[in-house]
């Protein structure tokens, strides 16, 4: 590689010779297919160049030379040669290799944006998943622009970690910062073509399993009363999709409830798959007549996340019908292949919902005033009917109650006859009846009235005796408790021992220890004693 000092103000002149520039090491060089015409850049050739005599043994041998004379001579003599010399001939080999830009297959690894240029690392995996090669990528800040606008405005969506791309890559290698490419130009149709792929795969993948079209053995509901919703948090579809769900909430028309997934990023599949097992779990306690999945809105490219086979296969294993809104009228997802019924958009799920509601609310009015129409006429002929029924009925009674008249009144005479002569007799029997009560009645009150004297002269007569014994005891008792006060006690032989500060009697030997001195009442007098406290004895 023949690297060129051009200066900033003759640059276009150099880039319209054929030169190129170099990030890596910011400068100039010329292509090695036009090494050639080294005439034509002899004014911005440095005074001694390497490179120009590597072109000129690749002229010679058709082989680089990786080692300069100067680098050979440097080796011989100190049997090596510096870091930086070994990585410029590794740098001058790789240009000579690869001269020109290549188109490369790869996959997002990483990306990030750095003072307006775009730094990528790349990979590629095999079958499994692992990862069989990787390396550094840049789109430099007066390229990033241009290529991510034009590759967002064709494929829908932003350059974003995880996408299959083809890149127009030129070999980049610099003794300090090391291998890298640099990206020239991307193929957005590459990107677009992998998502179609990966799509048609799993098409077939849910054919051959024979689960691609299992959710369409439901049949879709005339009418809605019940509807399960998963969408993103937040979303500008759900807010749409609410718009009108909302007003049939509150009209009792139809009850939404509501379950939360990520669309897109790496917990789509968790999230989606709790969305659907809490969906499952209430549908068995209280059915739903659909499930509706809307997204709207949203990258064109942020659709692949959708295109995954365990949640077609959730999709696909549902019990009940699935309607999708997923917000892309010209784009598909498996999700909207699998599903029972695709809508562009929520608010087309939404409408196709409140459609079915009013078409048989609508129904049901037409079908109320056909009953109502057909009602009045059934009770318009049987008020008729009734009406001549009636009429008959009248007239049959009328002829039915004279015929009947005429018989029972002789009948009637015969039986006030007979009931007459029965009252009669029953009354004269119930007077005889009266009259042996009340003659039995008298004598046994008479009988009552002397047994009640006797019982009243008995008591009278006990409670006398009664009285005079209990006074008896009384006068008995009083005697007895005269006898044995104070003064009769003492007058036997008897004391009281007294606290002679107190005045209050000592009934115990112990009270009697705790005072010095007790005073003894006799029959005659009192009398003040000494206690000895120790022995317990009186002096």
């Not at 490179?51 to 003599?77: C, R, V, W, Y």
């Not at 009552?448 to 009384?474: D, F």
Request: glycine fraction near 6%.
């Amino acid at each position: 590689m023949i690297f060129l000092d051009v200066p900033f103000r003759e640059k276009d002149q150099a880039k319209q010779l054929g030169a190129r520039w170099d990030a890596s090491s910011r400068k100039w060089y010329i292509p090695a297919d036009l090494t050639t015409s080294g005439e034509a850049f002899k004014r911005w050739l440095p005074a001694t160049s390497d490179s120009m005599n590597n072109t000129q043994h690749i002229e010679k041998t058709g082989q680089p030379l990786l080692f300069t004379d100067d680098t050979q001579a440097s080796i011989n003599k100190k049997r090596g040669i510096d870091l930086s010399s070994f990585l410029r001939n590794i740098q001058t080999a790789l240009r000579q290799a690869l001269p020109g830009a290549v188109w490369v297959m790869a996959e997002i690894a990483n990306l990030n944006t750095r003072r307006g240029h775009v730094y990528l690392e790349l990979t590629q995996s095999d079958a499994q998943g692992k990862t069989i090669a990787s390396c550094r990528a840049m789109i430099w800040q007066n390229q990033a622009t241009g290529l991510l606008k034009r590759f967002e405005a064709e494929t829908g969506s932003p350059l974003a970690i995880g996408q299959k791309i083809l890149l127009l890559a030129e070999v980049s290698f610099h003794e300090q910062y090391g291998f890298s490419i640099v990206v020239q130009d991307i193929d957005s149709s590459y990107t677009l073509g992998a998502l179609e792929k990966n799509l048609s795969d799993l098409r077939k993948q849910l054919i051959t399993e024979g689960i691609y079209q299992q959710n369409r053995r439901f049949l879709l509901p005339n009418d809605f009363f019940r509807v399960a919703v998963i969408a993103p948090p937040d979303a500008a579809g759900l807010g749409d999709f609410r718009a009108d769900a909302d007003r049939l909430h509150e009209q009792n028309l139809c009850e939404f409830k509501y379950f939360y997934s990520a669309f897109q990023g790496d917990a789509v599949q968790q999230e989606m798959q709790a969305a659907f097992q809490a969906i499952h779990a209430l549908h068995q306690s209280n059915p739903f007549d659909g499930l509706v999945i809307i997204r709207g809105g949203g990258a064109k490219l942020d659709l692949h996340t959708l295109n995954s086979y365990p949640l077609a296969k959730l999709l696909c294993d549902a019990n009940l019908p699935v309607m999708t809104g997923i917000g892309h009228e010209r784009d598909n997802t498996i999700l909207d292949e699998v599903a029972n019924q695709r809508f562009d958009t929520p608010s087309k799920v939404i409408g196709h919902i409140r459609q079915q509601i009013f078409q048989q609310a609508q129904q049901a009015q037409t079908h109320w005033k056909k009953i109502e129409h057909t009602s009045k006429l059934s009770v318009k002929q049987l008020e008729q009917n009734l009406h001549r029924l009636n009429q008959t009925i009248l007239h049959g009674s009328q002829r039915v109650l004279f015929h009947w008249k005429q018989r029972v009144e002789p009948l009637n005479s015969e039986i006030r006859r007979f009931s007459e002569q029965q009252l009669q007799t029953k009354q004269h029997h119930l007077n005889d009846l009266m009259n042996s009560i009340e003659i039995q009645l008298k004598n046994k009150v008479v009988l009552q009235k002397i047994g009640l004297e006797q019982l009243q002269k008995t008591a009278q007569e006990n409670a006398l005796r009664a009285v005079a014994q209990k006074k008896q005891s009384i006068q008995q008792w009083m005697a007895l408790i005269l006898s044995s006060g104070p003064k009769t006690q003492l007058s036997r032989g008897f004391n009281i021992a007294q606290n002679p500060k107190t005045n209050k009697p000592i009934t115990t030997a112990k009270d009697a220890l705790n005072v010095a001195k007790v005073k003894l009442e006799f029959m005659d007098g009192r009398v003040l004693a000494t206690i000895d406290t120790k022995k317990g004895i009186v002096k």
